[in-house]
């Protein structure tokens, strides 16, 4: 059984720090299957041709860098590179991550004939009319600087974008006889666009580092306030809000500390827009002290912070799941997370976190503030956190199912070779 993925990463023996970090953990655990090989393309870097790059047991091509047209097509190029791979892998099914990923279309102008499966990430017409909660008209206005009228993009362009994204991702729904979803929320997002299509279930496979952890959080002594969050990036992800709820925090706990993980880019007048608006709230707000940037950081790092924090927060406005708030369920640190998306589904509120309504800042600086100032309550929350982590880890096999949709696809699509 030959699966050939088309995803938003190449697998390497690098720590993985940002895009699509549980997909290697997966892949790892799929290519031991004897009967299943596994084959993967993305994008590569600094390379201006296709090149074989396998990685253990995986066959891997990495893609050049391209532009995209209107229709979510690359240049003809990269479609004869994409069949030139399928005539050397011959997979029985093409697993498409995401609608995010820049090849999304390529299965879906291909004749090739493989089961093609669409596994749903983020819903891009979900996340296109929430990526602006909480951003002024004047807060608008304070993003645009000399990078987006170099660039020509924008917070405002990039939440439209989400649009144009949003039709192409619709396509690629309607096109697909197999999709993976991770929660019942995204089922009742895309469920109605294609009603005949075969769905599974499938979780996020955590990290080993985050299932062998050494210490959890009860273990550990939390003698300075500090809150960790990845709410770094898009608008979408809150960090705004969380930003205006740090400045009430402060009124209660001045030297508390807050540790933002994940890359920023430039922080001068050439960085990126919502960076120095962001900047600009923590300046007025008088935070400069209080705010850590850490940057990309490894899965060693995230737990070690995790162990450390007082809190953890996801502000994001929409979450089709959230791994990050799985990361921190598994290390048992006290979340607070807004009610959004898929992410109700993994915690029960004021049991194994405290749940805010997205974009309200006060109503997440009361969460912190309440965990903060009640040992009990916290450590009552993480305690919870862990079991019901527990559960998710020991009571589904996530690998195991995968396998198995795979199994039932090559069914339904060869019944007569039953």
Not at 95 to 118: D, H, R, T
Not at 171 to 195: A, V
Not at 320 to 341: D, L, Q, R, W
Not at 383 to 399: E, F, G, P, S, T
Request: glycine share 4%; hydrophobic share 40%; with cysteine.
């Amino acid at each position: 059984m030959k699966v050939l993925w088309v995803s938003l990463r190449l697998f390497d023996d690098n720590d993985e720090k940002q895009t699509a970090v549980w997909l290697k953990a997966l892949a790892n655990k799929l290519s031991l299957f004897p009967d299943l090989q596994l084959g993967n393309i993305s994008i590569g870097k600094d390379i201006n041709q296709i090149q074989r790059c396998d990685f253990e047991n995986i066959n891997q091509w990495a893609l050049p860098p391209f532009s995209i047209n209107k229709q979510g097509l690359p240049d003809s190029s990269i479609c004869e590179a994409y069949n030139t791979i399928l005539k050397e892998f011959k997979p029985d099914i093409i697993q498409i991550w995401g609608s995010e990923n820049p090849l999304k279309m390529l299965p879906f102008i291909n004749s090739y004939p493989a089961a093609k499966v669409l596994t749903m990430q983020g819903v891009m017409a979900s996340i296109a009319d929430k990526s602006l909660i909480g951003i002024s008209f004047n807060d608008l206005i304070r993003t645009f600087g000399i990078r987006e009228l170099i660039k020509r993009e924008n917070i405002y362009s990039t939440a439209k974008s989400f649009d144009k994204e949003a039709k192409l991702e619709n396509e690629m729904i309607r096109k697909s006889d197999f999709i993976i979803t991770q929660s019942n929320w995204t089922d009742s997002q895309i469920k109605h666009l294609n009603k005949g299509a075969k769905y599974f279930r499938v979780q996020r496979e955590l990290r080993p580092e985050f299932i062998k952890v050494d210490k959890k959080w009860t273990e550990i002594q939390h003698n300075q306030p500090i809150i960790y969050s990845a709410a770094v990036g898009y608008t979408l992800k809150g960090l705004h809000i969380l930003i205006k709820a740090l400045a009430i925090v402060k009124s209660y706990y001045p030297t508390i500390e807050l540790r933002l993980a994940g890359a920023i880019g430039r922080k001068d007048w050439l960085g990126d827009g919502y960076l120095r608006l962001i900047l600009k709230y923590i300046k007025v707000n008088n935070l400069e002290n209080n705010v850590i940037w850490l940057g990309a950081i490894s899965s060693k790092e995230i737990i070690t912070n995790l162990q450390e924090a007082s809190v953890f927060v996801n502000p994001s406005f929409v979450e089709s799941y959230s791994m990050v708030v799985a990361e921190a369920m598994a290390i048992g640190t006290p979340a607070v997370i807004s009610y959004a998306g898929a992410m109700p589904e993994l915690a029960e509120d004021k049991k194994e976190a405290l749940f805010f309504t997205p974009g309200d800042f006060k109503q997440l600086a009361s969460c912190i503030i309440s965990l903060l100032g009640n040992t009990d309550l916290s450590k009552n929350i993480s305690l919870a956190a862990q079991v019901r982590a527990n559960l998710r880890l020991n009571h589904i096999d996530n690998v195991l199912e995968q396998y198995q949709i795979y199994e039932e696809i090559i069914k339904a699509s060869n019944p007569n070779n039953l």
